[in-house]
């Protein structure tokens, strides 16, 4: 993976006034790790999400601050509903010891039993941890599910190739992807179909009936209420 390269400066705005900072298109961030003393730093957001989009969070980064190269790692990315980066962390790792991190899996191939249409490819997981030295980390680890071909066929994480020196700490056991019955899928459709038509129904129901304490339709008169323990005045007596 190519080495990417970021330029930051010390942060001076701090705690709920980073707000501005984000509105003028720069990223709050944090350097910390190894034997560098955490420290506030912010740098412009295009240009950090373009190097994020190429190396995620296992790719080596050679971050420049106060003229010194430090290598880092990307870790703890924040973003809102709309997927705007909101604060990220810099790790400093130490080119001779090996960190941990996750990793993501990366499907290729159609499963044989889609082909067929006798089941449906599920995923399981999207990435794995894995342990090995800043520059032998994989950019993301291949899953190939084309030999899958009847229900329930699954690839396990004992079943992932890594390259050399990598090693994975997620268990051997975890299921990846797995082939799921063909009905799974229109089961999910129907059920879905039917709870929005009883949703629809009831949202009908709820239109025709007047609401508890509703003014009465134009030209209706108001009910007259009932009056309690009303006496009926006295006859006159019979003269």
Do not use: C
Request: proline share 6%.
């Amino acid at each position: 993976m190519k080495r990417q390269k970021l330029a930051v400066e010390k942060r001076k705005i701090l705690g709920k006034q980073v707000k501005k900072l984000r509105r003028e298109g720069i990223l709050p961030a944090n350097v910390y790790g190894g034997d560098i003393k955490s420290t506030a730093v912010e740098l412009p957001i295009k240009e950090f999400a373009a190097v994020f989009k190429e190396s995620g969070e296992t790719g080596l980064i050679d971050l420049e601050l106060d003229g010194k190269m430090i290598p880092v790692l990307i870790h703890n990315v924040q973003s809102d509903y709309r997927n705007n980066v909101l604060h990220a962390d810099f790790f400093q790792v130490n080119l001779k010891e090996k960190v941990k991190t996750a990793v993501p899996l990366e499907v290729i191939g159609e499963p044989k039993a889609e082909t067929d249409k006798v089941g449906l490819l599920m995923n399981i997981i999207s990435e794995v941890e894995v342990e090995a030295l800043p520059e032998d980390l994989p950019e993301h680890i291949e899953v190939n599910v084309e030999h899958l071909a009847a229900v329930d066929d699954q690839i396990t994480v004992s079943d992932l190739k890594v390259p050399q020196g990598v090693t994975i700490l997620t268990e051997a056991e975890q299921v990846v992807a797995k082939i799921g019955e063909l009905v799974s899928k229109e089961a999910q459709e129907q059920a879905a179909e039917e709870a929005a038509a009883a949703e629809a129904a009831a949202a009908e129901a709820g239109a025709e009936a007047p609401a508890e304490g509703e003014a009465p339709a134009e030209g209706e008169q108001p009910a007259e209420e009932a009056k309690p323990n009303e006496e009926k005045p006295a006859e006159a007596p019979a003269q």
